[in-house]
């Protein structure tokens, strides 16, 4: 070890475990030993042991369109075993009859649920004419998430269908 900080990484796929001790579940406690050469002292200070969550498996569970039913059973279902998710909302839909209100989306937010632009008219952008009006879809979409709060996924979008073009891509600086 170098003289001042030194920061130490234990990859714990690397480690085997000894006696009843398991990788699989979460680690609670951890024994560090430090060896030194004979006749020498060290004082050994811990700052913070962090845990490296990058190393867990992520899901994100993606609903389209804003349908009541993804605050009906969806939310509540989810909401039992504390499972954030996103909803690709279609602002103009917003409070239609079979889809989410404004107030049903701004609880579900509360609760860790994002909401994305998935356009403002749910137009197939393939379809549209110029890049101008593609712009103006999901800018307008991304606009009205911005306005009612729901800021944190507003510049994620999801294409209506799953259609994909050059133009989306240059938009999103993709191509």
């Known amino acids: 070890m170098a003289l001042g900080w030194n920061e130490h990484i234990i990859d714990v796929s690397k480690l085997e475990p000894n006696g009843v001790a398991s990788l699989t579940r979460d680690i609670v406690s951890m024994q560090i030993r430090v060896k030194f050469n004979e006749n020498t002292t060290a004082t050994l200070i811990f700052?913070?042991?962090?845990?490296?969550?990058?190393?867990?498996?992520?899901?994100?569970?993606?609903?389209?369109?804003?349908?009541?039913?993804?605050?009906?059973?969806?939310?509540?279902?989810?909401?039992?075993?504390?499972?954030?998710?996103?909803?690709?909302?279609?602002?103009?839909?917003?409070?239609?009859?079979?889809?989410?209100?404004?107030?049903q989306l701004k609880e579900m937010y509360a609760y860790g649920w994002d909401m994305a632009n998935h356009t403002m008219n749910h137009a197939t952008l393939?379809?549209?004419?110029?890049?101008?009006?593609?712009?103006?879809?999901?800018?307008?979409?991304?606009?009205?998430?911005?306005?009612?709060?729901?800021?944190?996924?507003?510049?994620?979008w999801r294409t209506h269908i799953g259609h994909m073009m050059q133009e989306c891509c240059k938009l999103c600086n993709l191509a």
């Open 47 to 103: 700052d913070s042991i962090i845990r490296d969550e990058t190393q867990r498996g992520k899901v994100i569970f993606m609903f389209d369109d804003g349908w009541s039913s993804q605050y009906t059973e969806a939310f509540r279902f989810m909401g039992k075993y504390n499972l954030p998710a996103v909803i690709a909302v279609i602002p103009s839909h917003v409070g239609w009859s079979g889809y989410c209100s404004l107030q």
């Open 126 to 156: 393939k379809d549209l004419k110029d890049v101008v009006d593609i712009e103006k879809e999901i800018g307008d979409a991304e606009a009205w998430l911005n306005t009612n709060g729901f800021t944190r996924a507003s510049k994620s």
